[in-house]
């Protein structure tokens, strides 16, 4: 029996189930290297394409402000239209628009490839999350599944670091290239082992304005906060988006409590362990999340690290949070998740707080060490902890957009945090500005152990 859009039988093969997840796997790998992958050749970019500072940095925000904007209305098309059918959708647009990038000649062609590549995931993601869900039967399956998914994708986010440098000590486009045949392979992987469904998981239509204003919404706002970064927070143009963002979100509250037809389910709402987990996404992207940012400004800004060797310094972290996310798979099925992910972030707070007392003015890797394995495996078990969790109570009706609702916490937070540590660091980050921001990301941290100590007892899965 092969996997379809809808809700299946458990009497899945084994062997269907498991190049299933295979695939979804990959995808989750891919869109996850892609955000950090970047950040080391930023550098070799903007020389080779002749960019200006703020123009270099819009490399990385053109993707995060269109994966932000489109992940719910993603999640809703996942959900209407069949997860399946969006899927392989999206993984074309994202391999596409990587060869596009790849090739780029100058840097409005490169914009424009990694905005696609953003809208892409945003589609590719709630569409995994979605024929996840649909593959393994509720209960300890599920949960080592997702586990799995989450995992890879925590693997992701490190291994773009590693790979950057190492890619960029060649040449910048490979960081594009490597997700070509990664897409393709999903594409064909999709179409032989997940199969061809005629089903459609019940949706109802589309609700038109509350996608314009709830999409709306999260590109102004995270289009704000990342303006902020570049021009200021006084700054015109970041007022004014942030004000517009506002008035589109009261616009998009009004509508949710009154039309019939609304994006994000009431039924979503209700559910406490989602909702938590939301929050835990957003304090994961300004804690641990953030640290990529960080350690690239410091090892290529304060410690005057190549590529090659800030990618190769990378290595330790990559390694911790694979080694976390396996960690966090295999303990969630003993103990309870939220225990787990109480200690994820416990790890997170205390390695932070090592990188922040570092002394970074005579520092070298192997004083980071410590910090960096710490904040590495705390990393990989949040990220997986968190999805376990967000996503056990979700009807199979609405998977799709509770996969979204988590990944965009995630990415608004990502936008808020990076605003807020480039205020912190200035124009010419130093030692002290250095460990202030990795103060902030402490903060962070502990305020993720408050939250599931707090609500401990909702987050515990029956």
Known sequence: MVVGDGERSPNIPAGSRSATLAVLSVAQFTTTLEFSIVYLALPS???????????????????????????????????RFGARRLFIVAVVTFGVASAIGGAAGDGTVLLAARGTQGFGAALLQPAALGLLQATFPAGRSRGAAVSIWSSVGASGLAAGAVLGGLLTSTSWRLTFAINVPLTLGCALGAAAWIGS?????????????????????VLVLVLGLTLASDVGWTAAPTFGCIGIALLLFLGFAGNENTAGAVLIEPTLRRIPSLRIAAGVSALYMASVGSEFYLLTLLLQTALGYRPLAAGLAFLPLAVLVIAGSATAGRAA????????????????????????????????????????????????????????????HVPPAHRGIAGALLTTSQYVSGALTVAILTLALGPAPDHASFRVAFLIATAAAAAGVLLVASRHRRLVLG
């Open 45 to 79: 970019i903007a020389a080779d394409l002749r960019l200006d500072a703020a123009s270099a940095q819009w490399v990385v925000s053109a993707y995060a402000v269109l994966f932000a904007g489109f992940l719910i209305v993603g999640g809703r098309l996942s959900d």
């Open 197 to 217: 469904a005629r089903s459609r998981t019940p949706g109802g239509r589309i609700p038109m304005l509350a996608s314009v204003l709830g999409t709306g919404t």
């Open 333 to 392: 099925r003993t103990y309870d998740p939220a225990t787990v992910l109480l200690g994820g972030f416990g790890a997170a707070t205390l390695g932070l707080a090592w990188l922040a007392l570092t002394p970074y003015g005579d520092a070298d890797a192997l004083q980071l060490l410590p910090g960096l394995i710490l904040s590495g495996f705390g990393n990989g078990v949040v990220f997986t902890s968190m999805f376990v969790i967000g996503t056990h």
